[in-house]
């Protein structure tokens, strides 16, 4: 596990990432959903990703906030898995695709799951690490703890006394056996179904499976269209993004591994 000190090391990689603005905070009338209907009604909704995952942080800054944003979390039971394509190692290790960032990245925000249970605080970390993620700027993290005023000890604690690695074994488990098994990042599944590459259209997935009494207003053919016509005038600089964020990710941390020290623990 590394230590507080060799995670303070990532700072030497800042210079080879682009200078982008700050994380914009979700305020907290934005997270804060009105009346909930019945449990019984809400439309189950699973995020399997990874943290470093150029797919996985643009979808969670670009498209998953939304549901924050219009209200539909009201009628959503959001659940977020922090593995993706990751594998298990001898003596319970991680090798994870982007690199071992994304290993201690990935046990962060399970970790951040576990110790604020609640959605609207654990999604407004996750969204900012994401956030930095997304803008080449992910050795800068554990700003998101003073951003968003929370308390980063039990976090610490939790990855360092091993607590962590049994979230994200947790979480291998319940990814390892999905069915049918995933074969991309994300992968997003509506109440039991999975959106293969449909997933950034998520949102008219929930409406179509949602059967409670009143339909939200996000649900409503004007407010799709406008989320339908948003999407289509953003996806040429998205993709742009996207398709150099991994290339970048990946000179970033092997520029890292060469300067920082060997891992010891926190």
């Known amino acids: 596990m590394p230590s507080h000190h060799h995670l303070s090391a990532l700072s030497l990689i800042s210079y080879l990432l682009f200078f982008c603005s700050s994380v914009t905070q979700i305020s907290s009338s934005a997270l804060s959903p009105a009346s909930p209907p019945d449990s019984s009604d809400k439309v189950r909704l699973g ?22 944003e219009n209200g539909l979390i009201s009628v959503v039971d959001l659940r977020l898995v922090p593995w993706g394509n990751a594998k298990i190692l001898a003596n319970n290790t991680f090798d994870c695709q982007h690199g071992p960032m994304e290993c201690v990245l990935n046990t962060i925000e399970a970790c951040a799951i576990s110790v604020w249970p609640d959605l609207n605080k654990h999604f407004s970390f996750i969204y900012c690490v994401e956030t930095l993620v997304y803008e080449l700027n992910f050795a800068e993290w554990e700003t998101c703890f003073d951003k968003l005023s929370l308390d980063s000890t039990p976090i610490y604690e939790c990855y360092n006394s091993g ?30 179904q999975p959106l293969y590459d449909d997933y950034e259209n998520f949102i008219s997935y929930i409406c179509e499976a949602y059967k409670g009494a009143t339909l939200p207003y996000a649900c409503s053919d004007t407010s799709l269209n406008t989320i339908q016509k948003t999407k289509q005038s953003n996806i040429g600089p998205v993709e742009e993004a996207t398709k150099s964020l991994s290339s970048k990710i990946r000179s970033a941390l092997t520029s890292w591994l060469d300067q920082a020290d060997s891992a010891v623990s926190w």
């Open 47 to 68: 995020i399997y990703y990874e943290s470093l995952c150029p797919d996985s942080s643009n979808f969670v800054v670009n498209y998953l906030i939304k549901i924050f």
């Open 163 to 192: 607590y962590g690695t049994e979230l994200e074994l947790q979480y291998a488990g319940e990814t390892n056996t999905l069915q049918p098994p995933h074969d991309s990042v994300p992968w997003v599944v509506v109440d039991g």
